[in-house]
């Protein structure tokens, strides 16, 4: 069976003092070749720990992950990863960040000039190549991190939180970066995001999770991802049945913020 | 113990008073340079942009610029204070009265047993400081009265005791003595003022001969600019004690670049496996973390009884200095990685040795060339320090030998050259860091 299973996944964190956190607990999730999957929940309901799992830099406590029904024991360049920041190479210039993952393989040169040459046209960079990182915005800076984890042509693009520095414009044409990308490539891509909306325009599927134990909360298939390639996401965003799925999937995030506020008062 | 305690604490309140009165002289300076400035300028710039605007952020350093007319003119200030301080001949004319030097005289009565009185003549002559070929004053051979004339050399800013009766008819006997000076009566312990300086009466009757020294400073203890010039033309050309100047420079350099170079050569490795490997660093931690406070001046005695006063005993001293610096750059430089990135680099497909080749080594330059900066900064300061204490050439041996023979002129060189240099290799490492690791800071 292909696509990626997460299979009963649990993962409890001792801490120093002796007492531990259940981060994860009994998450178990199919996820098939080519889907487009945004993770939402609450701070600390373990969407991080998860991705971690899922890019093998974690090992779970209990449970196992597969790829393609290889069991997953560590990072490989099957499982690429787009960070929220900080995560490029200060000493390379563009080119060179986007050719790591290719050169690291031993890849020809000219096959890796060729390839950072077509994804710098992708992302929309072409100018950019010889710069170094710090010399480019924020939003420069995450598209260099989407096409240099593109480079290695992975199976699955986990994205923590990619667009969470930007500012509102730029994480617009951010997103519908991601959706042409998903859409051109046809690779598998779980987002995590804290805005509701990205989660919805950026999901084929959204699972909501829930904290303490961290476990899905609730899924939801929509069609507001297949709208948005090659359109305009305002339209989408004006959708007779956005708003009411916005609404209903926030409250549902507030009670459970409340609930934890409310223990944290009472403990 | 509680005497001398209260002794420092009384010398340390005088020094706050010294230094209050230097800081407000040099500020006063400052404030007037600042007014005229102003003043000459206040028709040129009606508009300055908005960064005029900026309020100031302490602790923001990039939110205020030095101003280059105030830089400049805070140094020619210094270079006046010293000019005017040590009565330079480099001033058009002299603000503060000098030092006498030359001929002058004045005249003494004495009074003999019998209770007669005589007058005499004492020729003074006063040598410039450190000039021995200056001609001698002769005696002359006739004088009326049994009062005879005298003469005295005495060193500028130098006192000279004169036994003017020594010569005198009848001086040795009970009851002679010196009454006036100039026609001024003068008894022991009293002082009567003369021409370019006084004349002291000791409680013996011995007279002595001050010349006027002025508010000025001795050139002993700082001398004016041109005789510092001078002195380094000369030095450039002969050198001091056989050694040449740029020779003793070059000694200190080279000694401070091969003892950094050994530093950098063992500290670097020994940093990058401590920080990468839990046993080493263990097992490296306590000697690291002890000899780290231990200032490399501390170290020299036991390196000057272990390896004598010769080279190896100095770069070895200097790789010791340098060594626990690199050391905990290239540790801190390795174990302060950013864990996403050497998330990206495995998820990328890197090996363990690629890791540590493409990711991990180059995110640890910043931090090894701050060290590397520090360690240079340490090395001069102890390569000059160990050759004040011991060594057969170098920029520091030469000014403490220098200063066993007062030449203060030599000093002021050295510190000057010691100062020039120092800032010259931080200025040059600072271009180094920003052309190899022009992101450092920006990450
Ligand atoms: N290395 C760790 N050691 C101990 N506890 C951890 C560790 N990593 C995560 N946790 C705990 O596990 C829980 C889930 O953390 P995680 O970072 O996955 O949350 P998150 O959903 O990504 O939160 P956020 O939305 O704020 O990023 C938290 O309670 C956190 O304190
Ligand atoms: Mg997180």
Same mark, same amino acid.
């Given at each position: 069976?292909?696509?990626?299973?997460?299979?009963?996944?649990?993962? %409890?964190?001792?801490?120093?003092?002796?007492?531990?956190?259940?981060?994860?607990?009994?998450?178990?999730?199919?996820?098939?070749?080519?889907?487009?999957?945004?993770?939402?929940?609450?701070?600390?309901?373990?969407?991080?720990?998860?991705?971690?799992?899922?890019?093998?830099?974690?090992?779970?406590?209990?449970?196992?992950?597969?790829?393609?029904?290889?069991?997953?024991?560590?990072?490989?360049?099957?499982?690429?990863?787009?960070?929220?920041?900080?995560?490029?190479?200060?000493?390379?210039?563009?080119?060179?960040?986007?050719?790591?993952?290719?050169?690291?393989?031993? %890849? @020809?040169?000219?096959?890796?000039?060729?390839?950072? %040459?077509?994804?710098?046209?992708?992302?929309?960079?072409?100018?950019?190549?010889?710069?170094?990182?710090?010399?480019?915005?924020?939003?420069?800076?995450?598209?260099?991190?989407?096409?240099?984890?593109?480079?290695?042509? @992975?199976?699955?693009?986990?994205?923590?939180?990619?667009?969470?520095?930007?500012?509102?414009?730029?994480?617009?044409?951010?997103?519908?970066?991601?959706?042409?990308?998903?859409?051109?490539?046809?690779?598998?891509?779980?987002?995590?995001?804290?805005?509701?909306?990205?989660?919805?325009?950026?999901?084929?599927?959204?699972?909501?999770?829930?904290?303490? @134990?961290?476990?899905?909360?609730?899924?939801?298939?929509?069609?507001?991802?297949?709208?948005?390639?090659?359109?305009?996401?305002?339209?989408?965003?004006?959708?007779?049945?956005?708003? @009411?799925?916005?609404?209903?999937?926030?409250?549902?995030?507030?009670?459970?913020?409340?609930?934890?506020?409310?223990?944290?008062?009472?403990? | 113990?509680?005497?001398?305690?209260?002794? /420092?604490?009384?010398? $340390?309140?005088?020094?706050?008073?010294?230094?209050?009165?230097?800081?407000?002289?040099?500020?006063?300076?400052?404030?007037?340079?600042?007014?005229?400035?102003?003043?000459?300028?206040?028709?040129?710039?009606?508009?300055?942009?908005?960064?005029?605007?900026?309020?100031?952020?302490?602790?923001?350093?990039?939110?205020?610029?030095?101003?280059?007319?105030?830089?400049?003119?805070?140094?020619?200030?210094?270079?006046?204070?010293?000019?005017?301080? $040590?009565?330079?001949?480099?001033?058009?004319?002299?603000?503060?009265? /000098?030092?006498?030097?030359?001929?002058?005289?004045?005249?003494?009565?004495?009074?003999?047993?019998?209770?007669?009185?005589?007058?005499?003549?004492?020729?003074?002559?006063?040598?410039?400081?450190?000039?021995?070929? $200056?001609?001698?004053?002769?005696?002359?051979?006739?004088?009326?009265?049994?009062?005879?004339?005298?003469?005295? &050399?005495?060193?500028?800013?130098?006192?000279?005791?004169?036994?003017?009766?020594?010569?005198?008819?009848?001086?040795?006997?009970?009851?002679?003595?010196?009454?006036?000076?100039?026609?001024?009566?003068?008894?022991?312990?009293?002082?009567?003022?003369?021409?370019?300086?006084?004349?002291?009466?000791?409680?013996?009757?011995?007279?002595?001969?001050?010349?006027?020294?002025?508010?000025? &400073?001795?050139?002993?203890?700082?001398?004016?600019?041109?005789?510092?010039?001078?002195?380094?033309?000369?030095?450039?050309?002969?050198?001091?004690?056989?050694?040449?100047?740029?020779?003793?420079?070059? +000694?200190?350099?080279?000694? /401070?670049?091969?003892?950094?170079?050994?530093?950098?050569?063992?500290?670097?490795?020994?940093?990058?496996?401590?920080?990468?490997?839990?046993?080493?660093?263990? +097992?490296?931690?306590?000697?690291?973390?002890?000899?780290?406070?231990?200032?490399?001046?501390?170290?020299?005695?036991?390196?000057?009884? +272990?390896?004598? !006063?010769?080279?190896?005993?100095?770069?070895?001293?200097?790789?010791?200095?340098?060594? +626990?610096?690199?050391?905990?750059?290239?540790?801190?430089?390795?174990?302060?990685?950013?864990?996403?990135?050497?998330?990206?680099?495995?998820?990328?497909?890197?090996?363990?040795?690629?890791?540590?080749?493409?990711? !991990?080594?180059?995110?640890?330059?910043?931090?090894?060339?701050?060290?590397?900066?520090?360690?240079?900064?340490?090395?001069?300061?102890?390569?000059?320090?160990?050759?004040?204490?011991?060594?057969?050439?170098?920029?520091?041996?030469?000014?403490?030998?220098?200063?066993?023979?007062?030449?203060?002129? !030599? /000093?002021?060189?050295?510190?000057?050259?010691?100062?020039?240099?120092?800032?010259? !290799?931080?200025?040059?490492?600072?271009?180094?860091?920003?052309?190899?690791?022009?992101?450092?800071?920006?990450?």
């Amino acid at each position: 069976m292909s696509g990626l299973i997460v299979d009963d996944i649990s993962m %409890t964190f001792e801490l120093p003092d002796g007492g531990n956190v259940e981060a994860l607990k009994n998450v178990s999730i199919d996820i098939k070749e080519g889907e487009l999957i945004s993770v939402l929940g609450p701070s600390g309901c373990g969407k991080t720990t998860l991705l971690n799992i899922l890019a093998g830099f974690l090992a779970p406590t209990g449970g196992k992950i597969s790829l393609n029904n290889e069991v997953v024991t560590g990072p490989s360049s099957e499982r690429g990863m787009v960070f929220q920041q900080g995560a490029l190479f200060e000493w390379m210039n563009v080119s060179k960040n986007i050719g790591f993952g290719p050169s690291m393989k031993g %890849t @020809p040169q000219s096959d890796i000039n060729n390839r950072v %040459t077509e994804l710098l046209g992708i992302v929309g960079l072409q100018d950019f190549s010889e710069k170094m990182i710090y010399e480019l915005s924020g939003g420069m800076q995450q598209r260099v991190a989407l096409a240099r984890c593109l480079a290695n042509d @992975p199976d699955v693009i986990l994205m923590d939180e990619p667009l969470g520095a930007l500012d509102a414009l730029t994480r617009e044409k951010m997103q519908s970066l991601v959706l042409d990308i998903w859409k051109k490539t046809g690779k598998t891509i779980i987002l995590i995001t804290h805005s509701v909306e990205e989660a919805l325009l950026l999901g084929e599927r959204l699972i909501v999770m829930a904290p303490r @134990p961290g476990r899905i909360h609730k899924q939801y298939n929509l069609p507001f991802a297949e709208m948005g390639v090659g359109a305009d996401l305002r339209e989408v965003k004006r959708h007779k049945k956005f708003g @009411p799925t916005r609404d209903e999937i926030l409250s549902m995030i507030w009670d459970m913020e409340e609930e934890i506020m409310g223990r944290t008062e009472s403990a | 113990m509680l005497q001398e305690l209260l002794d /420092v604490i009384v010398t $340390t309140l005088w020094m706050i008073v010294g230094i209050s009165a230097i800081f407000g002289i040099f500020l006063a300076v400052s404030g007037l340079v600042y007014f005229v400035w102003n003043f000459i300028n206040s028709k040129k710039d009606q508009f300055r942009g908005y960064g005029s605007l900026k309020t100031v952020t302490f602790g923001d350093e990039s939110s205020v610029s030095a101003n280059r007319v105030a830089s400049i003119s805070g140094v020619i200030t210094v270079f006046l204070i010293w000019m005017i301080a $040590t009565g330079s001949n480099l001033l058009p004319f002299k603000i503060l009265p /000098v030092a006498f030097v030359g001929d002058t005289q004045f005249e003494y009565t004495a009074t003999n047993a019998a209770g007669d009185t005589d007058k005499a003549t004492v020729k003074v002559r006063v040598t410039p400081f450190g000039n021995s070929d $200056t001609e001698k004053l002769v005696a002359p051979e006739t004088s009326d009265g049994f009062a005879k004339d005298d003469v005295v &050399m005495v060193a500028e800013r130098r006192a000279k005791l004169l036994r003017a009766q020594r010569n005198d008819d009848g001086g040795a006997e009970e009851g002679f003595r010196v009454t006036e000076i100039n026609g001024q009566p003068i008894e022991p312990n009293q002082i009567v003022q003369v021409d370019n300086g006084s004349v002291l009466m000791t409680g013996a009757g011995s007279l002595q001969v001050r010349p006027y020294t002025g508010p000025t &400073m001795e050139a002993l203890y700082l001398p004016p600019p041109e005789q510092v010039w001078d002195r380094f033309l000369q030095l450039n050309s002969e050198g001091y004690q056989g050694v040449g100047l740029w020779e003793n420079v070059m +000694w200190s350099l080279i000694r /401070v670049v091969l003892g950094f170079f050994l530093g950098c050569l063992f500290g670097i490795p020994l940093g990058f496996a401590m920080g990468l490997n839990s046993w080493l660093r263990g +097992w490296f931690d306590p000697i690291v973390e002890f000899m780290r406070p231990v200032p490399p001046l501390a170290l020299i005695p036991l390196v000057i009884i +272990w390896f004598g !006063i010769g080279e190896q005993g100095k770069v070895s001293l200097l790789f010791l200095a340098a060594l +626990w610096i690199m050391i905990i750059g290239a540790r801190a430089g390795v174990s302060g990685v950013n864990i996403s990135k050497v998330h990206a680099a495995y998820s990328l497909g890197a090996t363990k040795t690629q890791l540590l080749s493409k990711v !991990i080594l180059p995110n640890s330059l910043p931090e090894i060339f701050t060290a590397a900066r520090v360690a240079m900064g340490v090395c001069w300061g102890t390569v000059v320090a160990a050759e004040l204490v011991a060594a057969e050439k170098g920029a520091g041996k030469m000014i403490i030998a220098a200063s066993k023979f007062q030449l203060t002129d !030599i /000093v002021i060189i050295g510190i000057i050259i010691i100062g020039v240099i120092g800032f010259g !290799i931080d200025v040059l490492m600072r271009m180094a860091e920003n052309k190899l690791v022009p992101w450092k800071g920006r990450g």
